[in-house]
Structure formats: structure tokens, C-alpha cells
């Protein structure tokens, strides 16, 4: 599988969603590779450098090698952590490199995850990416609860139908409390460290909440059949 982690707006919380699945594969033993196409902040590396590499999403043969490397490299799955404002160069790559066909032929599936604020922007741009793609590609809506609470627009739109008729579920991610993820990103460290490790600036029970709710996050990627 590929992962694409996107959302096209910026501050939805794009990289903490990739860290997650990192997080994820890591703990139940699956090779990865990550990719961080976020060039102004590569907030994927900032956590997780020992599993990722830089990735130009402008660049047609970088797009090219990675997928072309991916059945004979040596790893189950890869994952690319987007920036903002990145489905223009993006699509141009897919559309022009028939990379869905290849894809299929290589018995490669796509991923893309769209993660959400509860904006009106983010239910018409997943709108957009559901008519992009045939049901070759699995769309994976993000509702991230750290950048919204009210997602009563998604709710009580067409786009909600859409998804009904489509059979497209959602992931529902919580809200980490605020000061608890600020010192996560203040050190760079990985949610397993923030866990395990005592040395660091987080208390019994904020590493018990960490705990707490990145286990609640993998109860959503297993209900996704991720």
C-alpha cells in the first residue's frame, strides 16, 4: 500500500496523522518507508528521521523512483506526509503517468487520506478528491477533533451521502490535551518515546494519556481494515 496523508489545507494536522501510522506500523512490526513532502517544515522527519527521506512532490522523477523501487525494496507499505496546497503537482504526476493503472498492475493500492478541520473548505476539497478517483483508490476521511469539534457541515452535506453511496467511513482522531502535544513537538520526540521514556519532561500521567489516546487512534486505523 501506498499512503497518501493529505487534506490541501494547511494546520488540519496532516503530520500528526502520519506520525500516527508510523507509530502504528512500528509497533505491529510492518516496514515502511516515509516520505516528507512538506519542504517549508518536514515535520514527519522532525519525529520519525530514522523511517523517512525528503520527497519533492514537484519532481516527476523522484515521484517516479519511489514508486518504481517500492515492489523490490524491501517494505510492506509507504507513507507520504503531503504539504498544503500539494493535489495540483500531485495529480498532474497521477494523471499524466497513469499511475493508478501501474499501480494496479503492480498490485500496489492507493491510499489517500484526507484529513479535516470542521470547515466548510475541507468537506468541498474532499468533495474534489472522491470525483478524482475510480474505486481503484481508497479515499480515508480524517476527522481531526484537534482541529475542530463541530463537523456538523460534513454531517449535513450532499458530500456525506456521497460518501454513503461510495461506502467511504470515516476516521475519527481526538484531541490530544493541548499542553501534552506542545511538549511532544517542543522535544521531536516519537509518541513511542513520549510513552516509554521518563527521562523527558512528560509525567506519569501525561505519558498514561498519550498511551490512552494513541490507542484509541489505532482502534480507529483497525476499524478501517488499515
Not at 59 to 72: A, H, K, R, T, W
Not at 111 to 134: A, C, G, Y
Request: glycine share 6%.
Amino acid at each position: 500500500m501506498i499512503h497518501f496523508i493529505g487534506g490541501e489545507k494547511g494546520g488540519v494536522g496532516k503530520s500528526v496523522v502520519s506520525r500516527c501510522l508510523a507509530q502504528y506500523f512500528i509497533d505491529n512490526n510492518r516496514s515502511f518507508m516515509g516520505y516528507d513532502a512538506d519542504r517549508s517544515h518536514q515535520s514527519f522527519l522532525r519525529f520519525y528521521e530514522d523511517f523517512g527521506l525528503p520527497l519533492n512532490i514537484d519532481s516527476f522523477d523522484g515521484l517516479d523512483s519511489m514508486i518504481e523501487s517500492f515492489p523490490e525494496g524491501g517494505k510492506d507499505e509507504i507513507l507520504i506526509d503531503l504539504a498544503a496546497q500539494s493535489i495540483q503537482p500531485l495529480m498532474k504526476w497521477i494523471q499524466e503517468s497513469d499511475v493508478v493503472q501501474i499501480s494496479s498492475d503492480l498490485g500496489i493500492t492507493l491510499n489517500f487520506w484526507h484529513v479535516m478541520d470542521d470547515s466548510r473548505d475541507s468537506v468541498h476539497l474532499l468533495e474534489k478528491l472522491i470525483h478524482s478517483f475510480d474505486e481503484r483508490v481508497k479515499i480515508i476521511p480524517v476527522l481531526n477533533y484537534g482541529r475542530g469539534l463541530d463537523f456538523s457541515i460534513l454531517e449535513s452535506s450532499h458530500v456525506k451521502d456521497l460518501m454513503i453511496q461510495k461506502n467511504i467511513p470515516v476516521i475519527r482522531i481526538n484531541k490530544l490535551y493541548e499542553k501534552t502535544m506542545q511538549k511532544i513537538d517542543r522535544d521531536n520526540i516519537s509518541f513511542w518515546a513520549a510513552i516509554h521514556n521518563t527521562d523527558l519532561s512528560l509525567g506519569l500521567f501525561e505519558r498514561q494519556r498519550v498511551k490512552s489516546w494513541l490507542k484509541n487512534v489505532y482502534g480507529e486505523f483497525i476499524k478501517y481494515n488499515i
